[in-house]
C-alpha cells in the first residue's frame, strides 16, 4: 500500500480573514465604469479608491487609520475630464500617484500627509501623448521617475515624470487592444498581454519583441471562475501568485517552484460578495507581528474591507524564513541611466524591526526649457523677442508670488486638519 507523500511548504497552511467591521472603509462610492484595471492602490501610508464622480473623474485618497465611515464631503483627487480608469502609486515615493483617464491623459499627484480641505485639483504633472483613452499606468521597479501608460491607441509610453518628457514610445508592436503591462523585477523588460492573444517580452529601450511565442505552457490549471477578468498579484519574496475573479468572490492561491509541476494549488479564500476590485498592499506596509504574508483591499459596491493573509506560528519572535529583505523605497538608478542601458537591482531592506514611512517628500518636476533645445522657428524679429524678454521678471514674480500663496494655504488646510482631529479627540472623550 503505496502512502501518498505530501509536498512540504511553509505556505501550506496560509490563510485569509477578513478584518473587523470597524477596520473597514464605508460609504465609499466605488466607480461603476467598465474597464479591467483593479480600482484600488494601497502603500504603507494610504488607500486610494477610483470612485463615482459627477462631471469628470476622481479617486479618494484615505490615510491607511481613517478607517469607518466616510465622511460624504470628504476631498477627492479630481482633475481628469473624463472617469479615471487606473491608479498606481510610485515605489518611491508614498506620497506621488498616478492617474489614467479616459481623457487620453495621464496626472502624477502629490498628496499631503495631512487630510486637505478641499478637493485636490491641481496635479503636479499632465503627460499627454496618447490619442485614445489610457487604462494602464505603470511605475518602474527601480529607477526614479519612470512611469509606463499604456492605451487604447495599442501604444505603450515611457515618461519620465522628473521632466514631463515622453522617454520611449513604443508603436507597430501590438496590432490590437493591449490588456495588462507587467514588469520583470529590476525593470530591463516589460510583458503585455493582447487582445491579439498573444504575450510579448518586450526590450523597451531596445524598442524590441524579444518573445512571443509561447504555444506550449509549462502548467496549466483549470480555474472554474466566472467569465470576469482575473487580477493576479504576485509575491516575489514568497513566490505565491494570488488570483482575484472581478465579479467572483474568491482570492485563490498558489505557489510558484522551479521543478515540476511548478504550480502548486494551495488554498481559496472564498466570502459571499463579489469584489469590484482589489488593492494588495507592498510587504514593507504589513505586520511582520503577526506573520502577515500579504493584505488585500476588497472592494465592494460601497465599502472597502481588508482581506489579511497570515501563515500559522506560535512563536512571537520574527519570522526571518516568511520575511526575506525586500524592495524598499529607494530608487536603485536616476531615469537617465536607466535610458541609457543601465539596469540594477531593487534596493532590499529588513523587516525585522518593522517598516516606519518615510515623511513626505516633494516630487519636483523640472521642465526642460524648449528654448535651450530649439531654435524658434522663422526669422528672428527683434522686436517680438525683445518684448518677450523684458516681460520674464514679471513672470517669474507672478509665479512666485502664486508658489508663496499655495504654501500658505497648505500650512492653513494643516492646520485646520489638526485642529479637526483635536476636536474629534475631544468629542470622542465625551461620548
Same mark, same amino acid.
Given at each position: 500500500?503505496?502512502?501518498?507523500?505530501?509536498?512540504?511548504?511553509?505556505?501550506?497552511? @496560509?490563510?485569509?480573514?477578513?478584518?473587523?467591521?470597524?477596520?473597514? =472603509?464605508?460609504?465609499?462610492?466605488?466607480?461603476?465604469?467598465?474597464?479591467?484595471?483593479?480600482?484600488?492602490?494601497?502603500?504603507?501610508?494610504?488607500?486610494?479608491?477610483? @470612485?463615482?464622480?459627477?462631471?469628470?473623474?476622481?479617486?479618494?485618497?484615505?490615510?491607511?487609520?481613517?478607517?469607518?465611515?466616510?465622511?460624504?464631503?470628504?476631498?477627492?483627487?479630481?482633475?481628469?475630464?473624463?472617469?479615471?480608469?487606473?491608479?498606481?502609486?510610485?515605489?518611491?515615493?508614498?506620497?506621488?500617484?498616478?492617474?489614467?483617464? *479616459?481623457? %487620453?491623459?495621464?496626472?502624477?499627484?502629490?498628496?499631503?500627509?495631512?487630510?486637505?480641505?478641499?478637493?485636490?485639483?491641481?496635479?503636479?504633472? %499632465?503627460?499627454? !501623448?496618447?490619442?485614445?483613452?489610457?487604462?494602464?499606468?505603470?511605475?518602474?521597479?527601480?529607477?526614479?521617475?519612470?512611469?509606463?501608460?499604456?492605451?487604447?491607441?495599442?501604444?505603450?509610453?515611457?515618461?519620465?515624470?522628473?521632466?514631463?518628457?515622453?522617454?520611449?514610445?513604443?508603436?507597430?508592436?501590438?496590432?490590437?487592444?493591449?490588456?495588462?503591462? !507587467?514588469?520583470?523585477?529590476?525593470?530591463?523588460?516589460?510583458?503585455?498581454?493582447?487582445?491579439?492573444?498573444? @504575450?510579448?517580452?518586450?526590450?523597451?529601450?531596445?524598442?524590441?519583441?524579444?518573445?512571443?511565442?509561447?504555444?506550449?505552457?509549462?502548467?496549466?490549471? *483549470?480555474?472554474?471562475?466566472?467569465?470576469?477578468?482575473?487580477?493576479?498579484? $504576485?509575491?516575489?519574496?514568497?513566490?505565491?501568485? =494570488?488570483?482575484?475573479?472581478?465579479?467572483?468572490?474568491?482570492?485563490? $492561491?498558489?505557489?510558484?517552484?522551479?521543478?515540476?509541476? =511548478?504550480?502548486? =494549488?494551495?488554498?481559496?479564500?472564498?466570502?459571499?460578495?463579489?469584489?469590484?476590485?482589489?488593492?494588495?498592499?507592498? &510587504?514593507? !506596509?504589513?505586520?511582520?507581528?503577526?506573520?502577515?504574508?500579504?493584505?488585500?483591499?476588497?472592494?465592494?459596491?460601497?465599502?472597502?474591507?481588508?482581506?489579511?493573509?497570515?501563515?500559522?506560528? &506560535?512563536?512571537?519572535?520574527?519570522?526571518?524564513?516568511?520575511?526575506?529583505?525586500?524592495?524598499?523605497?529607494?530608487?536603485?538608478?536616476?531615469?537617465? *541611466?536607466?535610458?541609457?542601458?543601465?539596469?540594477?537591482?531593487?534596493?532590499?531592506?529588513?523587516?525585522?524591526?518593522?517598516?516606519?514611512?518615510?515623511?513626505?517628500?516633494?516630487?519636483?518636476?523640472?521642465?526642460?526649457?524648449?528654448?535651450?533645445?530649439?531654435?524658434?522657428?522663422?526669422?528672428?524679429?527683434?522686436?517680438?523677442?525683445?518684448?518677450?524678454?523684458?516681460?520674464?521678471?514679471?513672470?517669474?514674480?507672478?509665479? *512666485?508670488?502664486?508658489?508663496?500663496?499655495?504654501?500658505?494655504?497648505?500650512?492653513?488646510?494643516?492646520?485646520?486638519?489638526?485642529?479637526?482631529?483635536?476636536?474629534?479627540?475631544? %468629542?470622542?472623550?465625551?461620548?
Amino acid at each position: 500500500m503505496s502512502r501518498r507523500v505530501v509536498r512540504q511548504s511553509k505556505f501550506r497552511h @496560509v490563510f485569509g480573514q477578513p478584518v473587523k467591521a470597524d477596520q473597514m =472603509y464605508e460609504d465609499i462610492r466605488v466607480s461603476k465604469v467598465t474597464c479591467d484595471s483593479s480600482f484600488c492602490a494601497v502603500n504603507p501610508k494610504f488607500v486610494a479608491i477610483i @470612485v463615482e464622480s459627477g462631471g469628470g473623474g476622481a479617486f479618494i485618497v484615505l490615510p491607511l487609520a481613517k478607517t469607518g465611515r466616510v465622511d460624504k464631503n470628504h476631498p477627492l483627487v479630481t482633475g481628469h475630464t473624463a472617469p479615471v480608469l487606473d491608479i498606481d502609486w510610485c515605489p518611491h515615493n508614498d506620497n506621488v500617484i498616478a492617474s489614467a483617464s *479616459e481623457d %487620453t491623459t495621464v496626472m502624477v499627484w502629490q498628496i499631503p500627509d495631512y487630510v486637505p480641505v478641499r478637493n485636490i485639483t491641481e496635479p503636479v504633472v %499632465t503627460l499627454e !501623448g496618447h490619442s485614445k483613452r489610457v487604462s494602464i499606468i505603470s511605475w518602474h521597479p527601480t529607477a526614479r521617475n519612470v512611469l509606463l501608460s499604456a492605451g487604447c491607441d495599442n501604444l505603450v509610453i515611457l515618461w519620465n515624470v522628473g521632466t514631463g518628457e515622453m522617454l520611449l514610445a513604443l508603436d507597430d508592436m501590438h496590432t490590437d487592444l493591449i490588456y495588462n503591462v !507587467g514588469w520583470n523585477r529590476n525593470g530591463s523588460l516589460l510583458v503585455t498581454t493582447c487582445k491579439d492573444k498573444k @504575450v510579448r517580452v518586450i526590450d523597451p529601450r531596445k524598442q524590441q519583441i524579444i518573445a512571443n511565442n509561447f504555444e506550449e505552457p509549462i502548467a496549466l490549471q *483549470e480555474m472554474d471562475t466566472s467569465n470576469g477578468v482575473l487580477l493576479p498579484f $504576485y509575491d516575489a519574496d514568497s513566490s505565491i501568485v =494570488y488570483l482575484c475573479g472581478k465579479g467572483d468572490s474568491s482570492i485563490r $492561491y498558489f505557489e510558484i517552484t522551479d521543478e515540476a509541476p =511548478y504550480v502548486h =494549488y494551495l488554498n481559496t479564500y472564498s466570502s459571499k460578495e463579489p469584489q469590484r476590485g482589489m488593492g494588495f498592499m507592498p &510587504k514593507r !506596509g504589513l505586520d511582520v507581528s503577526k506573520c502577515e504574508i500579504a493584505r488585500f483591499f476588497k472592494l465592494h459596491e460601497r465599502k472597502c474591507e481588508p482581506i489579511v493573509m497570515t501563515v500559522p506560528r &506560535k512563536s512571537d519572535l520574527f519570522q526571518d524564513d516568511l520575511y526575506p529583505d525586500t524592495p524598499g523605497p529607494e530608487p536603485a538608478l536616476e531615469a537617465d *541611466e536607466w535610458l541609457s542601458g543601465k539596469d540594477a537591482e531593487p534596493i532590499l531592506i529588513s523587516l525585522r524591526d518593522g517598516y516606519v514611512p518615510i515623511k513626505n517628500r516633494e516630487l519636483k518636476v523640472v521642465k526642460k526649457n524648449i528654448l535651450d533645445s530649439k531654435p524658434p522657428p522663422g526669422p528672428r524679429r527683434h522686436s517680438t523677442c525683445d518684448s518677450d524678454f523684458s516681460q520674464q521678471p514679471a513672470l517669474e514674480e507672478v509665479l *512666485e508670488e502664486i508658489r508663496a500663496l499655495k504654501e500658505t494655504v497648505q500650512a492653513q488646510e494643516k492646520r485646520i486638519s489638526d485642529l479637526e482631529n483635536k476636536l474629534g479627540q475631544f %468629542t470622542n472623550g465625551t461620548d
